[in-house]
């Protein structure tokens, strides 16, 4: 049977692959999974169809048959407990690809939507000035770490896994933040995920979403 995935049907990010379907779509291309796209505006995210899936109101969710899934760390890990490609068959090996993916939306990612929500929704604020500073280093902190592991490794813990399609897809929120310049391994990271076929066609399909938008 073939998922159905939401995603926006008018982006934030203006096509720039930074939503969060980006990552189950990239997971889905990664297994050569086909897939059906519905797309929601914001208050089709606030409707109840949708509260019933996703009770955040929030994007993506995912839909198989009977089963309803959210949250793109446990889409993404169901697509890749069922195909072959994104867990190595090591158990030892797979369960630290699964930890990398815990890391990458518990650790890593908090640290940025700090960032990302402070500048957004803040900057009239008194203290905003103050505050952005400390976003930033608590967020440089974890990157350190996180640049530290990685050292001059192309992947995370050996060959590709959903641990680094997590990863990546978190990082790749940064663009605009101006928080890699200073680690050209984790620029690096990021640029093997985007040179993969499979991240190709899952941005490319995700901005025709917002060129339909404009031409419409």
Do not use: C
């Amino acid at each position: 049977m073939t998922p159905t995935i939401t995603a926006f049907r008018q982006s934030p990010d203006q096509g720039r692959g930074q939503a969060r379907d980006m990552r189950v779509r990239w997971a889905l291309e990664e297994v050569n999974q086909p897939y059906d796209v519905r797309l929601v505006s914001f208050r089709e995210m606030k409707e109840p169809p949708h509260l019933s899936i996703q009770p955040f109101g929030q994007i993506p969710t995912y839909e198989e048959g009977g089963l309803q899934l959210f949250e793109s760390g446990a889409i993404v890990l169901h697509i890749a407990e069922r195909h072959p490609g994104l867990l190595p068959r090591d158990l030892a090996a797979r369960a630290r690809a699964i930890a990398w993916m815990f890391a990458a939306v518990n650790t890593v990612e908090p640290t940025l939507v700090e960032i990302e929500a402070a500048r957004l929704l803040e900057q009239d604020k008194s203290w905003y000035a103050q505050r952005l500073p400390l976003l930033e280093e608590r967020a440089r902190r974890r990157l350190d770490s996180l640049a530290r592991r990685l050292g001059d490794s192309e992947w995370l813990d050996g060959s590709f896994s959903a641990g680094d399609l997590m990863m990546i897809g978190v990082l790749f929120r940064t663009r605009g933040l101006g928080l890699l310049e200073i680690y050209p391994n984790l620029r690096a990271y990021v640029s093997h995920g985007e040179n993969r076929p499979a991240f190709g066609r899952a941005f490319a399909a995700q901005r025709a979403v917002f060129m339909a938008n404009q031409q419409g």
